[in-house]
């Protein structure tokens, strides 16, 4: 198996295998351990991810917050619809914006989309990855009008209902900035959060906020030419002490989620430790990575042909994940965003 080949990560998953919201309380969704080691798995529910932790744990989980990213709007030559996705925003008072438009071909620079009577978007410089420069303009601040005036931006496999909306966000979210949730972060309920804290659990929180490269699929077929959207990321001070402070002392550190491995590995320096500070990373984690932080990691079920799938592919071992996923499916575990866990140790 070549596995620089994107046909290996292709797999037949029927759509009612997709999760449309999430299970309620969230920690009684199912959880996969996947042993790395012997190969070993076994089908539990999340609260029982006490049973595999050990005091001294460090559990690391990204805070960034999901904002009303998508604004609707109409063209102000045509009255024809148009749709913008405010991806990172260019300036302290968010009133530029890197951004995805639609219809993209047809936006002109100096285009406008009229939000409401009183807002509009106006169209400026192509970026790269298909990406707009654009500006918020309007009576009230661009905060307030995106407040207002925009909507949670679902993933294109949930359909869209109120449920979904509320719930498109983890219980610890606390910083703006992401287009999309870190979803391994929806199982845990904050009760849940203090019964780990409560075991000698140490939690530690990063912020990666979460860009369009979650939705983009790989279209090469060596997944090797890829690109990856470029993520803002800060690790706080005190979390990266955490975290060398445990590696250090041969205790594990576990992430949650692939945006907090992509943070983590991304911020390693040669010796095993993470550094402080905020950076972007466009890190591409693939089969042949060697990983110099993470013990452990907490994700769900991702799409076929994903980064996200190579990444844990890397992880836990190509032969590894492809039999958890084929047992999965067997087992009629939930898919994607709103899906079920797994736990790789």
């Avoid at 089908?43 to 029982?48: A, K, L, Q, W």
């Avoid at 084929?326 to 140790?345: C, Q, T, V």
């Amino acid at each position: 198996m070549d596995l620089f080949d994107i046909s290996a990560y292709d797999y037949e998953l029927h759509e009612g295998f997709i999760a449309q919201h999430p299970v309620e309380p969230r920690d009684q969704s199912r959880l996969m351990v996947v042993e790395k080691s012997t190969g070993k798995l076994e089908h539990r529910r999340f609260y029982e991810i006490l049973d595999y932790l050990k005091r001294g744990d460090v559990l690391v989980l990204n805070d960034t917050k999901v904002i009303p990213a998508r604004l609707l709007g109409r063209k102000d030559r045509t009255g024809g619809k148009a749709e913008v996705l405010l991806v990172k925003p260019l300036d302290a008072g968010w009133e530029y914006w890197e951004a995805m438009v639609r219809p993209g071909r047809r936006l002109k620079t100096g285009d406008k989309i009229v939000i409401d009577s009183e807002s509009l978007v106006l169209v400026l410089d192509r970026l790269t990855q298909g990406m707009r420069k654009v500006q918020i303009i309007g009576r009230d601040l661009p905060h307030n009008i995106i407040k207002k005036k925009g909507q949670v931006p679902l993933p294109p496999y949930i359909n869209e209902n109120d449920v979904a909306l509320k719930s498109y966000q983890t219980v610890y979210a606390r910083i703006n900035g992401s287009i999309a949730a870190p979803t391994a972060g929806f199982h845990f309920t904050e009760e849940l959060l203090k019964r780990l804290a409560s075991a000698g659990i140490e939690l530690a929180y990063v912020t990666l906020h979460v860009g369009p490269g979650t939705f983009r699929p790989v279209k090469a077929k060596d997944i090797r030419k890829h690109d990856m959207h470029r993520e803002d990321y800060h690790l706080l001070p005190e979390t990266a002490e955490l975290i060398n402070r445990a590696r250090e002392e041969g205790r594990r550190v576990i992430a949650v989620g692939t945006t907090v491995v992509r943070c983590l590995e991304s911020s390693a320096t040669k010796k095993g430790l993470v550094t402080p500070g905020r950076g972007s990373t466009e890190l591409f984690i693939f089969p042949g990575y060697k990983f110099k932080i993470i013990d452990g990691m907490v994700t769900n079920f991702h799409l076929p042909k994903s980064t996200l799938l190579m990444l844990v592919s890397a992880f836990a071992g190509y032969e590894l994940i492809m039999r958890a996923y084929r047992e999965a499916i067997k087992e009629r575990y939930r898919f994607y965003s709103f899906g079920d866990a797994m736990l790789i140790i």
